[in-house]
């Protein structure tokens, strides 16, 4: 086992991390940018290390910087959390190089799942479910015009590497794919230096459901069930929760099986998302796999009782996978809150500065994942995401209703948050009743029937004007 890792990332996953490594007997060392000097999880890191200034461009984006701090320390492994330098192969590879290991996927695995082409091929082969469409990357756009009459319109053309939605257009005839495939070839070159692009059938109202796994470096790969993370803004996600709800148990096993040998054939160790869009008849077309720890992790920590980030250490120390997919059990509902530092009443403008009160909610099956405590002053510089309330009960319902008095006992001023956002989320017909697709936030929105004053509700209700 490592005896010292260095973390590259800062807030509340960098706790995260902290607390697994503690309790696996490992130091940490967590390198932090000027804006963070006074950051509360610093305090419980056995060394810290200043990388540079506020911008992430000049500190936990810096490559140079991190490795200098991880051989200064002499850490055995560097664990890279969620964003940042997560996800990039590079970073993987100059850690292989420098003799660190990189906590989470080789960069030849993470490079053939983070590229959409090769992971679509790869999940074909693993029979997950993918989005009909173009098998490569389009050469002639006349073949591109051919394969959409086949699959019928909508369609959406991707970025091979893709991320952030960037590169992607929905078209609606063929006038339309000629010049989409067009802007987001150029769009693609420009962002990410490969304008690869490819079409697939374009789905209207549909679920985001997703299969957690994990991978050792011994051939195995498990599957922790499924999340749900339909409730989103803008594709960005503000309620998870797990298992899924309604989804035919038969669907769920096979395909969260299917995910699990995608991963498998990939070589992958570590932890990994592949994630996924349900229609209303319950078939599913993958969107793309995550090769990180995600955000809402936690949710299927509560579910199946397993450490994933204790998981994601051991497995790259060379352990093996410390379950097998037969003692994987799943546990009641869990349901996660993002709680973001973000004034719903003000178009979500982020919000930075000092907060005064932070009083977290407890009682039994209550998770406060924050870095966060009263008199910590926010730094303008990242993502406005404070924590994360994590409520787990045996039901669906009762754990709604768990939420429902926990997001009530939050305290955070003079700071606003999404908490009052969330409680009306949690008291909507389409959440309660999980009638709902990824743009029905964004329809509540509209009717300004999640913020301001609680409005009458609107005869004509999201749930019923768009049955799936
Ligand atoms: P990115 O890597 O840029 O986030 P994704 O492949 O995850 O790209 O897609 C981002 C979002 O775009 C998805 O969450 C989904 O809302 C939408 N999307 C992508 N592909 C499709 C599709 N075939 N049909 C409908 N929506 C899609």
């Known amino acids: 086992m490592f005896s010292r890792i260095l973390i590259a990332n800062r807030g509340e996953i960098a706790l995260r991390i902290i607390r697994a490594a503690r309790e696996l007997g490992i130091q940490t060392v967590c390198v932090y940018s000027e804006a963070d000097a006074d950051g509360p999880w610093l305090e419980h890191a056995d060394r810290t290390v200043c990388i540079g200034s506020g911008p992430a461009s000049d500190s936990y984006l810096r490559i140079d910087r991190i490795i200098s701090a991880a051989e200064i320390a002499n850490v055995d492994a560097i664990h890279p959390g969620y964003g940042f330098l997560a996800e990039n192969a590079h970073f993987a590879e100059v850690c292989r190089d420098c003799h660190i290991e990189f906590i989470g996927p080789s960069p030849e695995a993470m490079g ?31 073949d591109a015009v051919e394969q959409a009459q086949k699959i019928g319109y909508p ?33 693609a070159q420009a962002a990410f230096g490969n304008g690869a692009v490819y079409i697939e059938k374009f789905l209207e109202n549909a679920r985001h459901v997703e299969i957690q796994v994990l991978g050792d470096k011994h051939g195995n790969a498990i599957h922790l069930y499924n999340r749900d993370c339909t409730s989103q803004r803008r ?62 992790h936690p949710v299927t920590e509560m579910i199946t009782g397993v450490d994933i980030v204790k998981e994601m250490i051991k497995v790259a120390a060379g352990e093996p996978l410390s379950i097998r997919q037969r003692d994987v059990q799943m546990n009641g509902h869990a349901i996660e ?16 500065g000092l907060v005064e009160v932070f009083i977290q909610p407890g009682g039994p099956g209550v998770r406060v994942d924050t870095h966060m405590r009263g ?92 049955r799936r």
């Open 112 to 142: 053939l799942l983070g590229d959409k082409i090769s992971c679509k091929k790869m999940a074909k082969a693993s029979k997950t479910p993918v989005f009909p469409g173009s098998d490569g990357a389009i050469e002639e756009i006349d």
């Open 155 to 187: 369609v959406i053309v991707k970025a091979s590497a893709g991320g952030g939605g960037r590169g992607m257009r929905i078209a609606n005839n063929e006038v339309a794919l000629r010049s989409g495939i067009a802007a987001a070839k150029q769009e």
């Open 235 to 296: 594709h960005q996600k503000l309620v998870e929760e797990g298992p899924a709800p309604d989804v035919d148990a038969k669907v769920r096993d096979a395909v969260a099986r299917s995910a699990a040998e995608l991963i498998r054939k990939a070589e992958y160790s570590g932890a990994a998302t592949v994630e996924f869009l349900m229609d209303a008849k319950q078939n599913f077309y993958m969107l793309e796999v995550n090769t990180r720890v995600q955000v809402e």
């Open 337 to 352: 809150c993002r709680i973001n530092a973000e004034d719903p009443e003000r178009n979500f403008m982020p919000q930075a």
């Open 375 to 466: 008199g910590y002053r926010i730094p303008p510089n990242y993502d406005s995401m404070i924590g994360k309330l994590i409520v787990h009960a045996p039901t669906r319902a009762q754990a709604i209703a768990k939420m429902r008095g926990a997001l009530d006992e939050f305290r955070i001023a003079p700071i606003k948050t999404t908490i009052p956002l969330h409680r009306r989320i949690m008291d909507s017909k389409p959440f309660i009743d999980a009638d709902f697709d990824i743009h029905y936030i964004e329809r509540l929105l509209k009717q300004g029937a999640l913020i301001g004053s609680p409005a009458a509700p609107s005869k004509a209700s999201d749930a019923r004007s768009h």
